[in-house]
């Protein structure tokens, strides 16, 4: 129903507004009595096969939602009864910045994907803690930034505020260095600076009295010498897993009329590179360390790709826009029947 019905009309306005418009819908309905009980009934899958434990997290399925959507953590409860097993909120900033003019979200049909250039718009850390305080028992990934005037010189002040800000209230931290859309924060992904920046929040992690799990979200556009270089630092600064991988700046094979807009592209056109890429750190580390697949997963054949390429769990953004809620059942379904039999 909504591929056919629900979509199309969705897709006949702007994208941003239409994400602001969705989201103010979903927690309306919630608010009426025995929907999200009836949501959950329809959404989730509940299998023992299902449930994964990772980096001493239990998760109750593999499928979790992608940093961008819920950015300030307004809609998580919400969202877990459509079947994720997790949800990551952010980019969180230090400070609220209002992100890059508007413009700025581009949806591509024909390519099934999606060109942001947000630019880390958000209310700034310290707003999404009262609605993180509301949580119970979601899993609840935080992916931290740095904020536009942060020079670089400055940026792992920013990330260790907030850490430190977010510590008590997420299950695992995302260090977010690969937007294409923050000016120069992709240079932060270079060996020096990375491990400078790793190893300080990893110290200031081992210095509570229960440390975190510390993610690296890396870009799909890193040659293999650079992916090397991330395996590399990935051991040296002991981080706990990486995130494979954000949006990218190749337009490689588009045919929708706007895919020359600045910014990063998300869906299909990403589900063979970030594969690659999982496959390519997986092998060359040795399953070294833990990965989470994102990029492109818009059926369960995707999922099961990536989990088979070397990814423990997943997570899902342009395909839960693309395909709608009812995917994460899909993928769920399909993993209990072809992937855990």
Known sequence: MYRYLIKPVLFLGDPEWIHYFVFSLIRWIHKIPGVPFLVRAIYQVHHPKLEKELFGIRFK?????????????????????????????????????????KKRLFRLPQDKALINRMGFNNQGVSAAIPRLQKN??????????????TPNEKAVEDYTYCFDALYPYVDYFVVNVSSPNTPNLRELQEKKPLTDLLKTLQKRNQATEKPKPILLKIAPDLTDEQLLDIIDIVKITKTDGVIATNTTLSR????????????????????????????????????????????G?????????????????????????????????????????????
């Not at 119970?136 to 005037?149: E, F, L, S, V, W």
């Not at 390429?309 to 809620?325: C, R, W």
């Not at 995917?327 to 769920?332: C, E, F, P, S, Y």
């Open 61 to 101: 399925n593999p499928v979790g939602l992608a940093a961008g959507f819920d950015k300030d953590a307004k809609l998580y409860r919400e969202l877990s009864n459509f079947g994720f097993g997790f949800i990551e909120i952010g980019t969180l900033t230090p400070k609220p910045q209002p992100g890059n003019p």
């Open 136 to 149: 119970k028992n979601i899993i609840i990934g935080g992916n931290i930034g740095k904020n536009k005037i």
């Open 252 to 295: 490689e094979g588009l045919e929708s009329p706007n895919r020359s807009e600045s910014g990063g592209l998300s869906g299909k056109p990403l589900t063979d590179r970030s594969t690659e890429v999982i496959r390519f750190l997986s092998q060359k580390s040795q399953k070294a360390f833990p990965i989470i697949g994102v990029g």
């Open 297 to 341: 997963i818009h059926k369960p054949e995707d999922a099961l790709e990536k989990l088979n390429a070397g990814a423990d769990l997943v997570q899902l953004y342009t395909g839960f826009v693309y395909e709608g809620p009812g995917v994460v059942k899909r993928i769920n379904k399909a993993l209990t029947r072809d992937y855990f039999s």
